[in-house]
């Protein structure tokens, strides 16, 4: 979702994780992701909800650490955006 702000635009990412355990026993997962990362001090990206991850701002990555009970599912989800001026064009 984009929308303009004041000479800026706001693209803001929302991803979903899902996580199925198809065995009949329960297993530990370690799941990582990562949010972009900006050189460019005209490009801020901000991260808004972490969906309970550990999160290293240096690196950007996300990081899930549990258990995943047998026959069950786990969605993991977390929520960046990205704050940029309106004339430049950046890919998503």
Request: no cysteine; glycine share 6%.
């Amino acid at each position: 979702k984009i929308k303009k702000v004041a000479g800026e635009k706001i693209a803001t990412m929302k991803y979903q994780i899902i996580a199925k355990n198809l065995t009949v026993t329960s297993l530990k997962l370690n799941v990582l992701d990562q949010i972009p990362l900006s050189a460019n001090e005209e490009i801020k990206v901000d991260l808004i909800d972490k969906g309970g991850a550990d999160y290293n701002e240096d690196k950007g990555m996300l990081k899930w650490v549990f258990d995943l009970g047998a026959k069950s599912p786990k969605k993991l989800y977390y929520e960046y955006s990205v704050k940029y001026d309106k004339d430049k064009q950046i890919l998503l």
